[in-house]
């Protein structure tokens, strides 16, 4: 199994950014997906998680309103469009994969590397 997420970047505060998550070695339908993030020195946290008919969507309290999770089967990716970005969403961007997930925000059987987000003052 393997997940690679990219997409990231520096952007200044306010900007938008869309990361993506190309999944492969799995049957991608069958998985809800998740985001995660890790600032430098923090532990990761929950970002976001879409469940596998894509139908239960979870947010953590920080991004709602402000990032979207999205998934698309026949590509085999799930998306997180970032907008109104913070200084405070600067992290590495890891996304997740569990087998008939329900929009979990901590039981994952797969993790991916992570793409590096950087917004600026």
């Known amino acids: 199994v393997q997940l690679q997420a990219f997409g990231g970047g520096l952007v200044q505060a306010g900007g938008s950014l869309r990361l993506s998550c190309a999944a492969s070695?799995?049957?991608?339908?069958?998985?809800?997906m998740g985001w995660f993030r890790q600032a430098p020195g923090k532990e990761r946290e929950f970002v976001a998680a879409?469940?596998?008919?894509?139908?239960?969507?979870n947010y953590a309290d920080s991004v709602k309103g402000r990032f979207t999770i999205s998934r698309d089967n026949a590509k085999n990716t799930v998306y997180l469009q970032m907008n109104s970005l913070k200084t405070e969403d600067t992290a590495v961007y890891y996304c997740?994969?569990?087998?008939w997930g329900l929009g979990s925000k901590n039981k994952y059987d797969y993790w991916g590397q992570g793409t590096k987000v950087t917004v600026s003052s």
């Open positions: 070695g799995l049957t991608f339908s069958n998985y809800g």
């Open positions: 879409i469940s596998w008919k894509g139908r239960t969507i």
């Open positions: 997740a994969a569990d087998q």
